[in-house]
């Protein structure tokens, strides 16, 4: 196996990717968050700086947990739920709310409710693939640290 496809170097390089374009993509674009009565902007600086911080983490712990006996499979995994989320963030952003179709003059309710989470739909399965890409990350640093460190024959 060529030596760019071990995880951890594979990690180092979708981080890499991922943090440059949205850099690139968002670095200078603005978030509203509308909690109760509190309104926060969040820039695309900060968002990026925050994506550069859990990514950076994620790769150290790969390189620090890379001498523990881990499934590669499962690596490999965590690594692809996180570069499909962020394919389909660029490609279905989910802050870009849909406007209604034109209707009569009468509002048919599920019809809209269904209009409005169809478009977010792909966005949400990616989300969902990503947590549980989170989660067999932790698993799998714990079933490595149980299942002990590498021997060397």
Known sequence: MPEILHPKRLMLLVS????????????NTTTDIH???T????????ITACLVFLLGLETLLYFLSSNYRQFITLQYL?????????????????GATPTPPSSPSYYNLSAYESYMIM????????????????????FNLLAGFIRGKKTSL
């Open 16 to 27: 890499s990717i991922i943090v440059i374009a949205n850099y690139i993509l968002y670095g």
């Open 78 to 94: 965590h690594i692809a739920s996180i570069f499909i989320f962020w394919i389909t963030y660029i490609v279905f952003p989910f």
């Open 39 to 46: 309104y926060f902007v969040l820039s695309g600086g900060f």
């Open 35 to 37: 909690l109760h009565d």
């Open 119 to 138: 478009p977010h739909l792909p966005f949400i399965i990616a989300l969902l693939l990503f947590v549980s890409g989170q989660f067999l990350f932790v």
